[in-house]
């Protein structure tokens, strides 16, 4: 028991890491077009996430290493029954890694503005299609003992396109708020301002996603059950609402702070609400796919344990190194 909630608790830290993470960098290709209005400007952008985007991608990788290895049933079912809609997450991050390689091979116009546009559709779908994937997660999937009962259109269900939204505003905010703290002028300026307006908007999806959780969802009853739990979903606004605050201050780097805090919990309610289902079903709780029924065997999860804990904190200080290296203000050119 204690290994299989140890990775339980790990695979959501990771997921909630990447999201912190990669987020303001998916968040900062979403508001590209509309504060990339000439040369300097998209200059600036890309250089603000140059030096940490392809090493934030690291969470991910670790997060789907994780899945695999603890709940390879679990990892299974996610990537046989929803291989379309895993392909398309993928490709988005190719396209837009691709997409900010290829830009400086060429000098033509339309070259540039070709893989800006990849740029864009290359941080908007996954962002919102992680959320979808989480919050049909957090719904529950049409499974039973026979198998995937949906195509693909049932994931686009309302709950699932509302968490898409909330992950496409939070992703936004976060990323205004990361390339404030990294440029100045009117750039820096800029940013700030979005981010009030964003900052709006992220709070309106946020009141409605959780008040669907509890009223649409079976996630409630995890903090019915225990409701010391029910301080995570208050933490979460109590960051949502400092955020603001320090966007007002013009105080970036505490916003940014608040920004990944309220990301973090926000994440944790729906994964307290799930524990302890990996894939729960709603035609069939019986086919739900649990920590319990999903796990690896008690000897793999013994060793993984052992190595997580020595080869999570060297790349956690690796990362904390690189940050540290690349802090302050960003070079006006990548």
């Given at each position: ?124 779908v ?13 719904r ?11 195509g ?22 976060h ?20 981010a ?26 995890n ?36 920004s ?41 999860l ?33």
């Amino acid at each position: 028991m204690f290994y299989l909630t140890t990775w339980f608790i790990l695979w959501a830290v990771l997921w909630a890491v990447y999201f912190m993470l990669d987020g303001f960098d998916l968040g900062l290709g979403i508001m590209y077009p509309f504060l990339g209005k000439d040369e300097a400007k998209r200059s600036a952008i890309r250089a603000a996430i140059g030096p940490v985007w392809d090493g934030n991608e690291v969470w991910l990788i670790t997060a789907g290493g994780a899945a695999f290895a603890a709940f390879p049933a679990a990892y299974a079912t996610l990537f046989s029954e929803l291989y379309l809609a895993t392909l398309f997450i993928l490709f988005g991050l190719i396209l837009r890694g691709v997409s900010l390689e290829f830009r400086s091979k060429g000098e033509a116009p339309g070259w540039k503005r070709l893989w800006d546009a990849g740029f864009f559709a290359g941080s908007l779908v996954p962002s919102f299609l992680f959320g979808v994937a989480f919050g049909n997660l957090f719904r529950g999937l049409p499974i039973d003992a026979q198998g995937w009962r949906g195509g693909l259109f049932a994931l686009l269900n309302p709950y699932a396109l509302l968490t898409g939204l909330l992950f496409v505003a939070l992703f936004v905010t976060h990323g205004l708020i990361w390339l404030a703290m990294k440029s100045g002028g009117e750039l820096g300026e800029t940013a700030l301002r979005r981010a009030r307006a964003a900052w709006l908007d992220t709070a309106v999806a946020a009141a409605v996603f959780l008040s669907c959780s509890a009223l649409r969802t079976k996630l409630a009853e995890n903090f019915l059950d225990r409701p010391v739990w029910l301080a995570v979903p208050l933490l979460a606004v109590v960051s949502l609402i400092l955020a603001r605050v320090w966007i007002s201050k013009s105080r970036p780097f505490p916003a940014f702070a608040s920004s990944c805090a309220t990301i973090g919990f926000m994440f944790f309610t729906g994964v307290i609400g799930l524990y302890p289902n990996l894939i729960p079903s709603r035609l069939d709780p019986e086919s739900s796919l649990t920590i319990f029924n999903a796990a690896s065997s008690p000897y793999t999860l013994k060793v993984m344990t052992i190595a997580a804990f020595v080869l999570v904190p060297v790349v956690i200080a690796y990362q904390a190194w690189v940050y540290r290296v690349f802090r302050g203000k960003s070079p006006a050119d990548y």
